[in-house]
């Protein structure tokens, strides 16, 4: 089958042929028609769990795909064949990924049926930056009338977290790269920063003098940086990150960090489809490529100022 892989760490993504997986007891085998594209994928192939977790090679890249059952395994399931199913397949080893023409999964995994009438591509979008987004707003702990700092808010975790905390009454600063104040405020957002024409500090000091609430860094890869970010929360705020840059930062007085780790659940999917299916929460597309694309596309998100989901069509 075809699959976007890399053949050693930090090598540079290719379209390759590798064997057809086959689903064992408990899984099934999904023929991918979507596959939508997170800065996790590159980052993974760049080494970031080498250590940590066991890795394939060549490491078939991606987690997140929406598709249709194509093989029940053996033993019971709760799907059968045609079932049009979304998920994230970020389990070990790593290099079994998504960005490939077919993908086993257990059926205890995060994987969940695709409501009627949620198109399979906007499904594909859904898993990793929704069920990240939905987990690091209740980390976060913001209530209504309080007010949170989004850096990174233009990207895929971005743009569901806007929603999200926006519905649930909180003041949310989106910090973004380019113009995006039209869109983000669409989404909710109370402020947006264009942090390329102006200074972030300032911006926050405006909107919210005695400091913000809470702190969602998307994008700082260093601890200098994340650090930088939580100075603008107030004594007793939190500051997350996704970047894992938290332990070593050196935190203002009275400021909480945290390195966000995602509990993926199938149930948690059933929640964000729910919400995409009746209008509630928008699924926004930045690009749409075929999968020979894929690897000028992982350039594009590397260099940042990424503008909702980037989705690859198989």
């Not at 840059?245 to 929640?271: C, K, M, Q, W, Y």
């Amino acid at each position: 089958m075809r699959a976007v892989a890399v053949k050693a760490f930090k090598a540079e993504p290719e379209l390759i042929q590798v064997p057809k997986p086959e689903p064992g007891v408990g899984e099934v085998l999904v023929k991918v028609e979507y596959a939508a594209l997170n800065p996790y994928d590159w980052q993974a192939a760049d080494g970031m769990l080498q250590g940590r977790a066991p890795h394939v090679f060549p490491l078939v890249m991606g987690v997140d795909f929406a598709g249709k059952v194509d093989v029940v395994g053996p033993g019971d399931s709760r799907f059968r064949v045609g079932d049009a199913v979304f998920g994230q397949a970020a389990r070990p080893p790593v290099g079994t990924g998504t960005y490939a023409e077919y993908v086993t999964m257990p059926q205890d995994a995060p994987i969940a049926f695709v409501p009627d009438g949620l198109p399979l591509k906007t499904a594909a979008l859904l898993p990793t930056s929704g069920m990240t987004a939905a987990q690091i707003l209740e980390a976060a702990g913001v209530r209504a009338g309080q007010s949170l700092l989004v850096v990174g808010a233009a990207g895929g975790v971005g743009s569901y977290l806007t929603q999200l905390a926006a519905a649930g009454g909180v003041r949310v600063l989106a910090a973004v790269r380019g113009d995006e104040q039209r869109r983000m405020s669409a989404l909710g957002a109370t402020v947006t920063v264009d942090t390329t024409a102006h200074d972030l500090a300032a911006a926050v000091r405006d909107a919210s003098p005695d400091g913000v609430d809470a702190l969602v860094d998307l994008v700082s890869g260093d601890p200098a940086s994340f650090a930088a970010n939580a100075a603008f929360v107030r004594p007793g705020g939190r500051a997350l990150t996704t970047r894992f840059t938290a332990g070593p930062a050196r935190l203002p007085a009275g400021v909480e960090g945290a390195d966000f780790r995602l509990n993926a659940s199938a149930a948690l999917l059933d929640i964000l489809a729910a919400a995409v299916a009746d209008g509630s929460l928008k699924a926004p597309v930045d690009a749409e490529f075929p999968l020979e694309k894929a690897p000028e596309a992982l350039a594009q998100s590397r260099a940042g100022g990424a503008r909702g989901k980037t989705v690859f069509v198989l």
